[in-house]
């Protein structure tokens, strides 16, 4: 079993930066793989980033490239989130996950809200 909990979230405006940060307990947090998820309101939920369990491979959604950064301390048990010029469509709850695979998260946080303002 594995907790995960967001934090960092909170109100940007257009341009600015923000950190998330995801603390796990529990076992096994460094043979998982990691992602962060999205959800926007009246929107899917989509994968924004995700991570392997050495950090060596990493995945990111067409529209975040270049301004988002994700980062994991297997020792820390954490995951991090860098997000540099944000936009609007950037605001959501964004979900930390843990999993096997990407299409296999089993462990999901209860999210951290952000807001971008124009």
């Known amino acids: 079993q594995l907790q995960l909990v967001e934090s960092g979230g909170g109100l940007q405006q257009t341009g600015d930066s923000l950190n998330l940060s995801c603390a796990a307990s529990g076992r096994g947090f460094h043979t998982y793989m990691l992602g962060w998820f999205r959800q926007a309101p009246g929107k899917e939920r989509e994968l924004v980033v995700s991570i392997s369990w050495r950090g060596t491979v990493t995945y990111y959604k067409d529209s975040v490239k270049g301004r988002f950064t994700i980062s994991r301390d297997n020792d820390k048990k954490m995951m991090y989130l860098q997000m540099n010029d944000l936009n609007p469509e950037d605001s959501a709850v964004y979900y930390c996950?843990?999993?096997?695979?990407?299409?296999?998260?089993?462990?999901w946080g209860k999210g951290t809200l952000v807001t971008v303002s124009s």
């Open positions: 996950v843990a999993g096997p695979s990407i299409n296999n998260m089993k462990y």
